[in-house]
Each structure stands twice: as structure tokens, then as C-alpha cells.
């Protein structure tokens, strides 16, 4: 059954790189192909591979694609809503709940919704059942190489629709569930606490209560699994309440003599214990995960079934997988098993040096730094980066977390439901030391380390090589073997540049996929130009942080000649502050100039590697106030390709314009003015830059409709193509052999089924 397992492993794994799920025509044509499979001995193994692969498709097309074509995203009907979130957020309007009928159709069984309620007039709580008035729509995110994917990270969490609210139509059912029951309790007696998010954080999984600055110190140590309920938790938990109840049926046992299986009940009891925690925490996909592994090794364990470390971890993986195929679009699936898997070789690696019992400190840290470099491959793929003192932090604080801070949480929390007057004694206490934990994590350096592509190649590359070393002196290979090993590393150091630098293209333009805004980054000749930044909120989040910053760090970028913005409107200058204290910048550019900007005036010349730029940016009478027709606007070319970017000018703008350039704003591609609005892009503006290609940069479902299909029409029949962020995500124009092209993100560079929509409810245009 093993490679039966594996193969059915790969299936669904290969699940990652479908263009799109399998049909029903393709599912029926691959499990009559996998019963071929069966019918033969020799490959009866390859069978797990196909029926993987209808698994995965059934299975995502069940939890993401359910609602039928008639519901039109734009219509708004009446929805009946069970909610899941405890939710003690300052801003309650985020929600995710069990979807139970949406006018007259009720799903078979209830389905995952993200609820979203801007203007909120009352806090919902976990059990609830509510009636609203709401849109409904697949879930949507913005998509951009290097940066964080919500559309996929929600449908890991069988979350396949977002259902915006628009009323109130009352309750169903007000009746609260145990869990959110026992939330407001412990809130409400510990509201005094100064560290009290994370003492939710830690036994209820609500992470709303916690710090952002600390959130991102503790990501940035490599200590994020220890302040949310990780599997680590789960069976830190099980594995103390199983010693506690063996030491306690142990000594009845003594005292009255009466035999007691004490493996098979203390195991039970951490059985029981980790289904309690995994309740607290909501049963997340991540405790789900956890729970699973450790029942199956109780399994084993109970009923005395010797299995090797290998088929325990493929026998774990083929279950979750099977219970919960999404898991593979989860990143802490991956960083789990990582870090399992590495547990279990230098365990194996490590067993003689561990069974001696000496300078057993020395070997923890030297069991960390095995197991960071082991996960360094996957936490440089997802976060680009990671903490060179890591492996310190985690021998110093998972001892500190799991032997005082997790019991001292949990003790505290059943004392205050049992003995509250104890509770609150030993509160204070608790509180302590919380705030000691948060205090040193906040000034310890976390010596983070940027790292970009061509560390990832690097990383694997000396890994692999390791490897192999590790293994010629283990397994004392002939020492030809081992001198050639030798060489290739050596060799790998002198020669690795040119195998591992990709090459880059003489030039390239940048769309970011920024939501309703804009932001372009040009590069020509390791010369880079970034012109605006889309949009920020007051609560710090700002596209330039989530966007644009991840992508020029995965590209080692870390220098601007040149940063333009157009104007002053949030969704183009939002972030400017966030390019400005993390960039080197050469020359800064605005219309509406303040230091340390100077003007982009009308005329101005600047140069960007084979690019020569011009400005033609409007002011007057003739344009009038508007910070839209001020704009900057800039047309860039190197003789062979040519782009205009002209900020938000709308047609009054345009046409003065037309009027003073003329011909000299004609160009290849032209990013929409005012990202596609009908106040823009006017017939003579388009018959003036006469663009083989329009860019729009709109937001998914943007109230105002950009871009408006006039417009669209407008450039159809002036001959341009089309191509816009909200369908495509991050668009990238470079050249190609003689000519040029622009891929989208969605459709081009990373064109798999959780880039795109569900079929059949396609996002319309």
C-alpha cells in the first residue's frame, strides 16, 4: 500500500498545477483509467494518481462551486447566515459563517461564506443564526507574484463565496454556541488584563486581539507558532494531560490494586484533551491537521502497530489529505510537514549522538539549526526571508511557551470558569508573565534576512549538496566519490552566479495588481522607475507594504531612480511613505510637490536606461483645479516601445493635451486614464496615442464600474487590445524575440484554477 499512498499523495498534490479543475466527462474518463490501472498487478500502485486527481476536483468543485448560475452577483437577495466567528475585533464587520439558504435554495449541506458589513450598527457572535439582505460573489483577490494570495489562502479554508451585507433583516436565532459562550466569559473577566489578546490569542485561536507590530516581530524571530494554536500546542497538550493521567491511574493502581491499562487510558485521555483544545480553537483546518496526526499515532499506539517513521508520515499525509484535499493551498500544511519531516531525520540522524545523554544542550541547538535549514527552502519561498537567529529563539522560547506560558493560560482559563476567585488570583500572575514574554520578544533583534529567488536556488542547491556530503561520510563512500562532491560544491561557488541569475530582459513594465488604483514599475538596464503606489487605510495597511514592497525584495531590487507620483488622491499616493523609508530613491517626482518631491513639469526630461521620458503634465485656467487633470503624466520610449501613463486626466485635461504634444503621445501601450472612467480616454485622446494595447487598473467589482464600456468600446475600434488587473492580476509587458508582450498573472504566469474563478459562476466583467 505504500506507494499506492505516495501515488495518491502526488495526485492530489499535483492538484497545485491543474489549469483548471477536472469536468465530470474528465473525471468518469480518469476512473475508468484507473480501473485499467487496478485490473493490471504491476500497476496497481499508478491507479491512486488518477482517482487523486478526481478526488481533488470533486472535492473542491463540492466546498468552492456550489451556488447555481441563476444568482447573479450584481442582484441582492435575502441570506440566512449562521456565524462561526467569535470576532472581538475594534472593526466587527469581517466575518466568516455557514451559508444555510439564499432566498428559496438551500445548500445540501451548509457551505463556508466570508461575511463582509462596512456600516455595521451591531456586533454578531458565534452561533447566531441572521437573516440579511446581501450580495453574494466567488471570492476575489488581488494577485501579484511575491505577495500574499487571499484568493487562495480562502479556498484552503473551503471558503469559496464572499457575501457583502447591505441590511439588517434580524435574528433567527440568538442563541450563542459553547464556545462563544464561554469567549465572552473569559473576556469579560479578564477585559482588565494588559496582555489579554494573547491570552485569547493562545486558548481560543482569536488572534483579532493581537498587536500587529508584535504579529510581525514574532513572524520575523521565526516564532509565529508559538503565539497562535499550532499543532504544536495541540500536542503539547495531549502529550502532558497523557503523562498526568498515567502518573495518576499509575499510583490507583498502587493504592487499591486494581489493574489498569495504563498506556491504552492515559493515550485516550490525550485524545480527549487535544479534541477539547482543537474545540477551543474552533476546530481551524491547522488543529484539524494536528488532531488527525495524533489520533492516528494513539491508533498505532494503542493497538501495538509497529510502523516505520516513513510510513507513518506518508500513512499521516495520505489521511489529511483525504479528509481535507484543499489543505495543499495551505501554506502551514507545508511548513508543518516540513518541520515534521525534518524532526523525524535528525531524530533518526541524531539517535546515537541523543541515546549517550551528553552535552544535551549542545545537541538541541544543533537539532534547531538541522531543522531551520531543513524548512529554509519553504519559508524563503513564502515569505522571502527568514530569521538567522531562529534556531536560538525556538530552543529558548518553546520550552519557556510550552512548560509556563500554554499551561499557565490554560490552567488560569478553567480556574476562572471553576473557582473564579482563584482564577483572578492567579491572574495577575499569568498577566506577568505575558507581559514579560511580549516585552522581550519586542526588543530582541530579529535578525531577519532578505533573501530573494536566487537565494532560494542557493538554499536547495548547498542543501542538496550537504546532503550528499553528509551521506558519502555515513555511508564512507570511496573517497573518489567523496573528493568529486568536494569539487562540485567548490565549483557550485565559483560558477553558481551565472547558473542561479536568471537573465533579466533589457527592459520591463510592471503592473501591479493594486486594487481600485495604480502603481507601474519600469526597469531598463538595472535602472528602476516606480510610479504610484495605490491605496492606504488609516489602520496602516497600504498596498506599497502588501504589494509592492514584497515583489522588489524577491527581486533584490532596493534602489529607484525615479519615484513619480501623479497626484494626491489616496489610491495613487497612499503608500508613498512606506517607498520612501525602505528605498533608496534618486529623484522623487509630483504635481502637487512638497519635500522631497520636486514638480513634474510640462517638458521636464528624464532618463531611465535605453528610456528616454517627458513629462506632460497640465496646469491653468484651461485644465482648471481638479488634482485629476493635474496629474502628472509621462510618456516613456526607447525607440522600439513606447508606453504613456497619464495618470487620472479626464477628458478636459486631454484635450489640451492633444493640443500642445500633438503626435509626441502616441504610443505602443496606454494605461487608461482614470483606470477606464467614462470622464476620461475621450475619442481624441485615443485617436491621439493610437496604443496597440490599453492597460486598465480597476479594483474587482469597483462600484463606479471602471471601466466603463464605453470606453472599452472606444479603444476596440480604434484597433487596441485590452488587458486589465481586475480579470488578469499583475500584468507584465518585455520583450519578445523582435517584439514585445503582456502577460497577465492569472492567465500567464501563474495560470492555475485558484488564480482564476470557479466555473461555472464566472466574474463578469
Known sequence: MRRWYFCFVAGITCGLFLPQLLSLQQCILSVIFAALLLAKQQMRALSGFPLALVWFSCVA??????????????????????????????????????????????????????????????????????????????????????????????????????????????????????????????????????????LLALVFADKTGLDDNLKQQVQKMGLAHLLVISGLHIMLVAGACSALAYLFLTGLSYIFAVPVKLASWSIISGVVAAFTYAWLAGFSLPTQRALLMFLIAAFALIFNRKVTSVDTLLLVLFCLLLWDPLAILSVSLWLSFSAVIGIFLIIKLGQKKAATGRRWLLYLLYFQILLWLLLMPVQVFYFSGISALSPVYNLVFIPVVSILVLPGCLLVTALLLLAPSIGLW???????????????????????????????????????????????????????????????????????????????????????????????????????????????????????????????????????????????DNDHAGGWQDIAANLTISRYWHSQPQWPFQYCQQGQQISLGAFTGRFFTQRGKAVGRSRNNNSC???????????????????????????????????????????????SSSAAFVDATI???????????????????????????????????????????????????????RDAISPYWYHSALLPFVPRG
Open 61 to 198: 468543485h463540492w466546498q468552492l462551486n456550489w451556488l447555481p448560475d441563476e444568482f447573479d452577483s450584481g442582484a441582492e437577495h435575502t441570506i440566512v447566515v449562521r456565524i462561526n466567528s467569535l470576532n472581538s475585533s475594534p472593526m466587527p464587520y469581517f466575518y466568516q459563517g455557514d451559508l444555510i439558504t439564499i432566498d428559496d435554495y438551500q445548500p445540501l449541506l451548509t457551505k463556508k461564506v466570508r461575511l463582509t458589513w462596512y456600516r455595521a450598527k451591531l456586533n454578531f457572535k458565534a452561533g447566531q443564526v441572521v437573516k440579511l439582505k446581501a450580495k453574494i460573489k466567488p471570492v476575489w483577490g488581488r494577485a501579484n507574484l511575491a505577495s500574499f494570495n487571499k484568493q487562495s489562502y480562502l479556498f484552503s479554508q473551503h471558503i469559496g463565496y464572499q457575501v457583502s451585507v447591505k441590511s439588517f433583516q434580524g435574528f433567527i436565532s440568538e442563541t450563542l454556541s459553547w464556545r462563544a459562550l464561554l469567549y465572552e466569559r473569559i473576556s469579560a473577566l479578564t477585559q482588565d488584563m494588559s496582555e489579554q489578546g494573547l
Open 691 to 745: 496604443p496597440s494595447w490599453v492597460v486598465y487598473s480597476a479594483g474587482r467589482y469597483n462600484p463606479w464600474g471602471f471601466p466603463h464600456q464605453e470606453v472599452v468600446q472606444r479603444y476596440l475600434k480604434a484597433g487596441a487590445r485590452g488587458a486589465n488587473t481586475a480579470k488578469q492580476g499583475m500584468l507584465i509587458i518585455a520583450p519578445q524575440g523582435e517584439s514585445w508582450v503582456i502577460k497577465g498573472f
Open 426 to 568: 492567579l491572574l495577575s500572575w499569568v498577566d506577568r508573565v505575558l507581559e514579560w514574554l511580549v516585552l522581550v520578544l519586542t526588543y530582541l533583534p530579529t535578525a531577519w534576512l532578505e533573501l530573494d529567488k536566487q537565494s532560494i536556488s542557493w538554499t536547495i542547491w548547498f542543501l542538496a549538496i550537504g546532503s550528499l556530503l553528509y551521506w558519502a561520510w555515513q555511508r564512507r563512500a570511496p573517497i573518489v566519490f567523496r573528493l568529486a562532491l568536494i569539487m562540485l560544491a567548490t565549483m557550485s561557488l565559483v560558477a553558481g552566479r551565472t547558473w542561479f541569475i536568471p537573465n533579466k530582459p533589457d527592459w520591463q513594465v510592471v503592473v501591479f495588481d493594486v486594487g481600485q488604483g495604480l502603481s507601474v514599475l519600469m526597469q531598463s538596464r538595472q535602472e528602476y522607475l516606480l510610479f504610484d503606489t495605490g491605496f492606504a487605510t488609516s489602520t496602516g495597511f497600504s498596498m506599497a507594504k502588501s504589494v509592492i514592497l514584497p515583489y522588489l525584495k524577491a527581486n533584490n531590487i532596493s534602489e529607484l531612480r525615479h519615484f513619480i507620483v501623479s497626484h494626491k
Open 633 to 679: 503624466v509621462l510618456h516613456l520610449t526607447n525607440g522600439d516601445f513606447s508606453i504613456l501613463i497619464p495618470g487620472d486626466i479626464e477628458a478636459r485635461a486631454e484635450a489640451q493635451l492633444i493640443k500642445m504634444a500633438g503626435h509626441q503621445i502616441k504610443a505602443d501601450v496606454v494605461i487608461a486614464a482614470h483606470h477606464g472612467s467614462k470622464t
